[in-house]
């Protein structure tokens, strides 16, 4: 890890409030890489050991943050069009925030088969989620139904870390945000897939039961 980010983390991790989990989430969910397991876990920990916050704001920031980092995404993709976006995810600082052209087409394929909730399930997916707005602002999509399901998306899986951090504090000795930080990212992905399948077969039983009284 580059000496600069690891010192951005912890810092981050030594000085959680509603502020920084708001900021970092929001960075998180545009364009720069930042590890969402870095703010969220941690603060829902820290809110289980001291009164300084709350999980459930802990949840509600983190969300509102993720809603501006997909706004900044989804506005910038809207205003400069599709060959700018792409010239820069080859450009050498797109791929210093991690960004490359197989990047941002994958996430263009998966937000045609998958149309306006994809930017409801985008939200799940690992390696999809910071970059599925910049295929809703490219193809137009309605502002309301983007935020609707952004908030959404955003929300479980702020709710996943949260409670990865509350079963941190409730089942382990860890002493320290950067140790809760670390077991989060371990279990973070695995965690996810299993809420998509859940979410998937609900959302297909749904679909089945109206489809049936038809």
Known sequence: MDFGVAELLKWVLENLNY???TIFMAIESSFIPFPSEA????AAWKAMTDDSMNIFLVVIFATIGADIGALVNY?????????????FANSRFGHMCLIDEEKVHHAEEYFRKHGATSTFFGRLIPAVRQLISIPAGLAGMKIGPFLLYTTLGAGIWNSILAFIGYAIYKYTELKTTND????ATKYSHELGYIIIGITIFIVGYLIYKGMKKK
């Open 39 to 42: 703010v969220v876990p941690p």
């Open 75 to 87: 506005y910038l993709a809207k205003w400069l069009g599709r060959p700018i976006v792409y010239r």
């Open 19 to 21: 502020w920084i989990v």
């Open 180 to 183: 809760v930080y670390q077991m």
